[in-house]
């Protein structure tokens, strides 16, 4: 599998942004895919995933303002920010793990990641 993530950009604080990961290659209605992002000086944080029978799961931080949702007829995984905060920035990476049906939280490895789209939130 390959992906390519993109959508990012400058917003204001308060704003939204959807990003999207398009994926290419096979049997991808079985993959769990996550949103991870790195902002400037700081480690990669796992942010959200969806598994291959959507369900999905957020970090606290941003629970209630981020949505995360799959189109497969589409290969697309998306990630709607809203409520942006100056906190929000930095390179939101998508990525994919073959174990689709799994409780997505608990993968540690990814098959495959996109090469980030950066999100920067300032007034």
């Known amino acids: 599998v390959q992906l390519q993530a993109s959508g990012g950009g400058l917003v204001h604080p308060g704003g939204s942004l959807d990003l999207s990961c398009r994926a290419s290659?096979?049997?991808?209605?079985?993959?769990?895919y996550a949103w991870f992002r790195q902002a400037p000086g700081k480690e990669r944080e796992w942010l959200s995933c969806i598994n291959s029978a959507s369900s999905t799961h957020y970090t606290n931080s941003v629970k209630g303002r981020f949505t995360i949702s799959r189109d497969d007829a589409k290969n697309t995984v998306y990630l709607q920010l809203n409520g942006l905060k100056s906190e929000d920035t930095g390179v939101y990476y998508c990525a994919a793990n073959r174990h689709g049906g799994s409780y997505c939280p608990a993968l540690l490895d990814f098959d495959a990641w996109g090469q980030g789209t950066l999100v920067t939130v300032s007034s």
């Open positions: 290659g096979s049997n991808l209605d079985y993959y769990a």
